[in-house]
């Protein structure tokens, strides 16, 4: 008696936005490492959120990569001089005596700049260093770590480092950009558009186009 064989099932995995070499492309062929970090999360997190054309995907990847330093950093630095702070900060450092009693001290400075806005309590509260901007688009202050956690079913107040995870730094990009209709500028390829919703004016504007030009010479050619 013959058995015959069951024939194999294949099953086709989707089909990925990004490779690695792809986003290190799009990075300038910087930090491998951090690229390596995020690309599985960014192919499974940015079709969950609408962010799923090729052009979508490309001004996403322009914001986040020139926020985050080409994917070096999510979480605020805060470790400023005396000097700096005056610069930077001077509505809460007037005085050379003030700035020097806060200079770096970044949990200090944030509690301070932080306080009694954005839903943060005072000072003592220590709300200010607590919800410090974390993700690749940095989510910063109370309302907007409670929002942005109800959005996806998790307690950022009780776990705001979770935002550090590259899964959730990505996520908090997305809920930024989703409750802004960034998709909608997106689809406009209105790079001005979109980087006035992010940065509050044109800061950067150029490496933005720089790295926009990267991910469109890649992603908007196999599409």
């Given at each position: 008696m013959v058995v015959k064989e069951e024939p194999k099932v294949v099953v086709e995995e989707p089909k990925k936005l990004l490779t690695i070499d792809e986003l290190l492309y799009i990075n300038n062929n910087l930090y491998k490492?951090?690229?390596?970090?995020?690309?599985?999360?960014?192919?499974?997190?940015?079709?969950?959120?609408?962010?799923?054309t090729p052009l979508r995907v490309c001004h996403f990847l322009a914001q986040i990569i020139h926020e985050s330093g080409h994917l070096r950093y999510n979480s605020e630095n805060l470790n400023y001089s005396a000097s700096a702070l005056k610069s930077v900060f001077k509505k809460y450092f007037p005085t050379d005596e003030l700035a020097n009693k806060y200079a770096r001290q970044p949990e200090k400075i944030?509690?301070?700049?932080?306080?009694?806005?954005?839903?943060?309590?005072?000072?003592?509260?220590?709300?200010?260093?607590?919800m410090r901007g974390r993700g690749l688009i940095q989510l910063t202050g109370y309302d907007n770590y409670?929002?942005?956690?109800?959005?996806?079913?998790?307690?950022?107040?009780?776990?705001?480092?979770?935002?550090?995870?590259?899964?959730?730094?990505?996520?908090?990009?997305?809920?930024y950009w989703n409750t802004r209709k960034l998709n909608d500028l997106a689809d406009k390829d209105d790079i001005i558009g979109i980087t006035k919703k992010v940065n509050g004016g044109l800061n950067g504007i150029e490496s933005r186009k720089e790295i926009l030009g990267r991910a469109k010479n890649?992603?908007?050619?196999?599409?």
């Open positions: 490492v951090k690229c390596e970090e995020y690309i599985d999360a960014l192919n499974k997190v940015l079709p969950e959120n609408k962010i799923d944030a509690n301070r700049v932080y306080a009694n806005r954005m839903g943060n309590g005072n000072e003592a509260s220590g709300d200010g260093w607590k409670k929002k942005c956690g109800e959005y996806f079913n998790i307690d950022l107040i009780k776990t705001p480092d979770l935002l550090l995870v590259p899964e959730y730094s990505i996520k908090s990009a997305c809920w890649i992603l908007l050619k196999k599409a």
